[in-house]
């Protein structure tokens, strides 16, 4: 049986800065449960792993440019 997946775009705050990624659901999954994360404030649902990869790629992008992305120095 093949598992059913769906990929959510997400963005994530913490101290005013922002990182973004890939979560990975299968059909199955308890969609509240699985967003359940501590500083969500973005969820996108997107038809593709690429779609989604993309979207969090560009989203990195612009936090990077204002310089609001978590992980920068």
């Known amino acids: 049986m093949v598992k059913k997946r769906y ?11 922002y990182y973004d990624y890939v979560i990975v659901g299968n059909y ?17 649902l997107c038809r593709t792993k690429k779609q989604a990869a993309e979207l969090v790629e560009f989203w990195r992008d612009c936090h990077k440019k204002n310089g609001t992305y978590l992980f920068d120095d």
């Open 7 to 17: 990929y959510i775009a997400a963005t994530i705050e913490e101290n005013k800065k």
């Open 28 to 44: 199955s999954d308890n969609l509240k449960s699985l967003l359940n994360i501590s500083g969500l404030i973005h969820a996108t």
